[in-house]
């Protein structure tokens, strides 16, 4: 009778620990959530490290539950060898997985304090391309442009090359490239191109007080090449970041298109001359 007092008291304390380091784990994330929130009317605000911080405190208390429930359980005797020889199994695999836990956990530190990205910033990872969600203990959570999820652990990120298009500097250059034949106009195509980037209303002006003295064009274009079917023209477009920068780019390639073909500019297929070569004659069919 007294054991089962006893087991019971203790599966009492589990339970009381349990609510309790639930409830404590729910109230933390809204606090914190609250105080995020306030803090985000403030555009400059970086959320980044405040994210990690939530996430690696909500953590740390229901460890600290999860450890105050295991004190109430007294110790079990080993029975066997062979539960001892699958203790020892068990304990391989845990500590094979809570080494890769704990590498992402680190690297998650360290993408933190070093800050290669931020929430919010745009990066390549991977091939992978999306807006910065989230940074937690173990992984980073980009949006993509259809709105998907993309799950990158942070042991993995620390060994990757990343491409941040917002980090210092938030300005996009697109290159808009384009071939016409030959026998068009290169100085009209060329004007036209600067005309329609200079005239669309997502372009920025990049130049310094200096550079305006020195006389530099607004917008740059050169022919680049010639190539087989074409003379390949080149020209750099300026926008204040990477979105602006790919509607301006579609833009450009619509309204220099349509330019092209109002001024009789060609834009080629590509060509290749082909040479039929004729048999010769065998002897015995060669004329007498």
């Known amino acids: 009778m007294i054991d089962y007092l006893k087991d019971f008291r203790i599966g009492i304390f589990i339970a009381i620990i349990a609510i309790t380091t639930i409830i404590l784990g729910a109230i933390t994330d809204k606090v914190l959530r609250y105080f995020l929130y306030r803090k985000q009317a403030n555009k400059d605000y970086d959320a980044t490290g405040f994210k990690f911080l939530k996430h690696l405190i909500i953590t740390v ?9 295991l004190i109430q359980i007294p110790e079990f005797k080993i ?9 020892g199994m068990i304990s391989l695999v845990a500590g094979l997985a809570s080494q890769q836990a704990l590498s992402n956990i680190v690297s998650g530190i360290f993408l933190v304090i070093f800050k290669p990205f931020r929430i919010n910033d745009k990066i390549t990872i991977n091939n992978f391309v999306g807006t910065v969600e989230d940074i937690n203990l173990r992984q ?29 500097d938030t300005k996009c250059c697109k290159i808009i490239e384009i071939g016409i034949g030959y026998d068009s106009d290169v100085e009209k195509a060329l004007e036209i191109m600067k005309d329609e980037i200079a005239k669309h209303p997502l372009f920025i002006d990049t130049r310094t007080a200096e550079t305006k003295k020195q006389k530099t064009p607004l917008v740059v274009a050169r022919v680049v090449a010639l190539a087989d079917s074409s003379v390949t023209l080149k020209a750099w477009a300026w926008a204040k970041n990477s979105t602006d920068g790919f509607v301006m780019y579609c833009d450009l390639l619509q309204s220099i298109k349509k330019r092209f073909d109002e001024a009789n500019i060609d834009i080629p ?20």
Do not use: W
Request: without cysteine.
């Open 269 to 288: 297929y590509p060509q290749r001359v082909v040479t039929l070569k004729k048999d010769k004659t065998s002897p015995e069919e060669s004329p007498k």
């Open 61 to 69: 208390i229901y460890i600290l539950g999860f450890a105050f429930a």
């Open 140 to 168: 980073v959570v980009l949006k993509d442009a259809e709105n998907n999820r993309i799950i990158i652990p942070n042991a993995v990120i620390s060994n990757q090359i990343i491409v941040n298009t917002n980090m210092h």
């Open 79 to 87: 029975i066997g060898h062979s539960v001892l020889a699958g203790a």
